[in-house]
Structure formats: C-alpha cells, structure tokens
C-alpha cells in the first residue's frame, strides 16, 4: 500500500513541473505532441483540469491532462478492489509428542483435518524431550502414522525435519 501512495506523491503536478517542453497527452488519450509547459499548463487550466507528470523518465517527459483527484480515488478504489480479493493463509499448529497414544494421535488428527478443510495450513511440530532426543527413528513413525490419518484433507508440503530437539512438518490442504 506505501508504494503506491509514494508514486502519486512523485508525480508532478502543474506548478511542479519544471521542464521547458512536455510531449501532451489530451484528457481523451489524443497526442497533441511536443510543446512548451507554460501552453501545456494553459489547455489544462482552459479545460479546468490538471497537468500531472505521467512518465519523467522520458525525453522530452510525458503529461497528460486529467482530474487528478479523480485519479487517486479511482487508484485507492482499485487498491481495495485487490485487496478484496486477496485470501489469507494462516498457519495452524498441531503439537505432538514420540510416545502419544493412538486415541490422542487421532485427535490430533482430526483437528489438523478440520484445519485444512477451513483452508489453512498445519504446522506438525514434535518435540523431543530429554532422553527421547535418542529416538528419533520414533519421531519419523509417529508423523508417518499422522500424514496417513489426514491423506484425505491434505498433503506434505515440507517433510518432517528435525530442527534441534524438534521434528517439524508442514501440511497444505489437498484442493488449494
């Protein structure tokens, strides 16, 4: 959103614009070539409308003539419109640990499926605690049995790595 906001605050508008010749775009999109600023600035006061500086890269720089108010509330209305349509993925955790008992592995489970038919992902993180660091092998079965009880509502997205004395997984829904 800040760098759409700093591009209109960059163009030049009217007064501010400091080149001797413009090339003139009309209000309707008609060229009308290359002329002095001072004149350019007349046909958009005549026409009761601005003069904004659209491409000052070039040689001689571009303008056109437009309501530039209209301009920024027609960008800022697009700006919502895409806002609008973006969706949100949040990432949902799942915490297990090697020695979990089936009826809690299932819960588990059935909570991670209700997470990713809501469309978000889940984070699968297993944690290692004391001498259960030396079974690791343990840590790879239990996520193994867990990616099986959801294969329905999602797949593995990053397989189960171990991360210091933590195993992570992510799972993304199936139909995204």
């Given at each position: 959103?800040?760098w759409r906001?700093r591009?209109?605050k960059?163009l030049?508008?009217?007064?501010?614009?400091?080149?001797?010749?413009?090339?003139?775009i009309?209000?309707?999109?008609?060229?009308?070539?290359?002329v002095p600023?001072?004149k350019?600035?007349?046909i958009?006061?005549?026409?009761?409308?601005?003069?904004v500086?659209?491409?000052p890269?070039a040689?001689p720089?571009?303008?056109?003539i437009?309501?530039?108010?209209?301009?920024?509330y027609?960008l800022?209305?697009?700006?919502k419109?895409?806002?609008k349509?973006?969706?949100?993925?949040?990432?949902k955790?799942v915490?297990?640990?090697p020695?979990?008992?089936?009826?809690?592995?299932?819960v588990?489970?059935?909570n991670a499926v209700?997470?990713?038919?809501?469309g978000?992902?889940?984070?699968?993180?297993?944690?290692f605690r004391g001498r259960?660091a030396?079974y690791?092998d343990?840590?790879?079965?239990?996520?193994?049995k867990?990616?099986?009880?959801i294969?329905?509502a999602?797949i593995?997205?990053?397989k189960?790595?171990l991360?210091?004395k933590?195993m992570?997984?992510?799972?993304t829904?199936k139909?995204?």
């Amino acid at each position: 959103m800040k760098w759409r906001w700093r591009i209109i605050k960059e163009l030049e508008i009217n007064e501010e614009i400091r080149d001797r010749e413009v090339r003139l775009i009309d209000a309707d999109g008609e060229q009308l070539g290359i002329v002095p600023t001072k004149k350019a600035m007349e046909i958009a006061a005549e026409k009761r409308l601005d003069l904004v500086k659209i491409a000052p890269q070039a040689k001689p720089p571009v303008c056109r003539i437009m309501d530039f108010g209209k301009y920024k509330y027609e960008l800022s209305k697009k700006e919502k419109e895409a806002k609008k349509k973006q969706k949100i993925v949040s990432v949902k955790e799942v915490r297990l640990s090697p020695n979990i008992e089936e009826h809690d592995l299932g819960v588990k489970a059935s909570n991670a499926v209700k997470f990713l038919s809501s469309g978000d992902k889940v984070k699968v993180t297993l944690r290692f605690r004391g001498r259960e660091a030396g079974y690791v092998d343990l840590g790879y079965a239990v996520m193994d049995k867990f990616t099986q009880l959801i294969s329905e509502a999602g797949i593995v997205e990053k397989k189960p790595i171990l991360e210091g004395k933590s195993m992570i997984m992510i799972l993304t829904p199936k139909n995204a």
